[in-house]
């Protein structure tokens, strides 16, 4: 079983209630959206680690100029 842990789950409610704010959504935290944020943390996630992963390798994955 997949849960979300409790600070993504307060940093997107946080960040969904602004965006109903700012938009006038009637609806502030429907499933779909929790479901999207986590796929965006988690996209973020990703991102970091393969950044960390080039730094600690020393850049090998990137390209480099001759």
């Not at 680690?49 to 990137?62: A, D, M, P, S």
Request: glycine share 6%; charged share 10%; hydrophobic share 50%.
């Amino acid at each position: 079983m997949i849960t979300t842990l409790p600070g993504l789950y307060w940093i997107s409610v946080a960040m969904l209630k602004t965006v109903s704010l700012i938009f006038t959504i009637d609806e502030t935290c429907p499933v779909i959206h929790l479901r999207s944020m986590n796929v965006l943390f988690a996209t973020g996630n990703f991102a970091l680690l393969w950044k960390l992963v080039n730094v600690l390798e020393g850049g090998c994955h990137t390209v480099r100029k001759h």
